[in-house]
């Protein structure tokens, strides 16, 4: 089946290896090898997760438009070669960005950025600045792009007031009986409800103007050059769309500064590495101050303390509705995930972040 599916992108050779890839638990991802008579190019094959995705062409509309945007850019710059620094699309046969098989399913192909690789959590100061480089040089390269000619393919994403009303209806039903063993933590969510309305506000103000943004700045989305740990690109695409960058900076600081994780085994083990902030704040600004509003600038630091609110108060109004929507790995997983985030958000304020 695969073989049927590489066949129909215009590949660079004959098909020499096809091997999952990755870690990503989405869409389903293949590394292709292609032997050819100058040498043996690698590709990377993804079929879109629909469940996640109910649209995958739109999701598709986006990416196609936010990469060449990104080739355009890069090749104004001087960039020669820009698919070996940002995520280049192999068309199909037919010339489209993505091809269609007999069930529905939506199969795209990228050129594999060689010399490139990914980590899980912040290796260093250095690699922390380059993190924020990457995303900071991501919405700078974007910044002339039109938000309105993309699709709101996540509707109501990052709307934390949205979230706190569902946080608060969960407590109110408690549908699987919940909320007693979580008092505490509703409790701290709600002591903290001042967070909510501040980047949304800020957006309807006009103080944060919208533009078009990531909406997944994880360490592992930031691909850096394998030999001197320079940021590459950005990769993962499917969640772009406009918004304001206030939630992608606040949602990276989260990721990145916290090195025990969401899952952290230790609720001791949180902690925030304000030395890890303070890099990725000066990598981010090196490029985005090109483009950023003082106003914008000015909410960088509050914005981490309402995405942290943000994640903790969804982990636990899933928990109270009976893990309706993350997936869980052991009963009360939402749980602590819940108490994680809560956890990190004071230590951010402990940090005066």
């Known amino acids: 089946m695969l ?33 050819g ?6 590709t990377i094959l993804q079929r879109i997760n629909r469940s996640v995705f109910p649209r995958p062409d739109l999701v598709m509309e986006n990416v196609e438009l936010v990469a060449r945007h990104l080739q355009e850019r890069l090749r104004r ?12 699309l192999v068309r199909t046969r037919d010339h489209a960005a993505w091809h269609v098989d007999g069930c529905g399913d939506v199969w795209r192909m990228f050129r594999f950025i060689e010399n490139g690789e990914v980590f899980d959590v912040v290796q260093g100061p250095s690699h922390a600045f380059e993190v924020g480089r990457a995303l900071g040089r991501f919405q700078m390269l974007l ?15 990052h709307h934390t007031p949205r979230y706190l009303q569902e946080l608060r209806e969960a407590v109110r039903k408690d549908a699987a009986g919940r909320a007693a063993e979580a008092r505490s933590e509703i409790a701290l969510a709600e002591s ?67 090195p025990a994780g ?12 304000r030395s890890c902030y303070e890099a990725i704040l000066r990598g981010y600004l090196g490029e985005a101050a090109t483009f950023l ?61």
């Open 37 to 42: 008579p100058e040498r043996t190019r690698r």
């Open 143 to 157: 910044a002339d792009l039109p938000p309105e000619k993309l699709h709101d393919t996540l509707p109501g994403f």
């Open 262 to 273: 969401e899952d952290a085994g230790d609720l001791e083990a949180v902690v925030f590495e």
């Open 77 to 88: 710059e001087g960039v020669a070669d820009p698919s070996r620094v940002a995520p280049t």
């Open 293 to 353: 509003t003082a106003s914008e600038s000015d909410l960088l630091p509050v914005s981490v303390r309402v995405i942290t609110y943000e994640l903790g108060i969804r982990f636990l109004a899933d928990h109270l509705r009976g893990d309706t929507y993350f997936r869980i790995r052991y009963p009360g997983h939402n749980l602590h995930r819940a108490r994680v985030q809560l956890r990190l958000l004071e230590r951010v304020e402990q940090a005066g972040v």
């Open 3 to 35: 073989n049927d599916i590489i066949a129909q992108f215009l590949v660079p050779g004959t098909i020499a290896s096809v091997e999952r890839y990755g870690s990503g638990l989405i869409n389903e991802t293949w590394l292709c090898g292609f032997s």
């Open 192 to 258: 903290r409800s001042g967070y909510a309305p501040l980047l949304l506000g800020a957006g309807d103000s006009g103080r944060a103007p919208v533009r078009i943004v990531h909406n997944d700045p994880k360490v592992n989305n930031v691909l850096v050059h394998r030999e001197t740990g320079a940021a590459l690109c950005m990769l993962d695409l499917d969640t772009v769309k406009p918004g304001i960058v206030l939630f992608d900076f606040g949602d990276c600081v989260r990721s990145a500064a916290n």
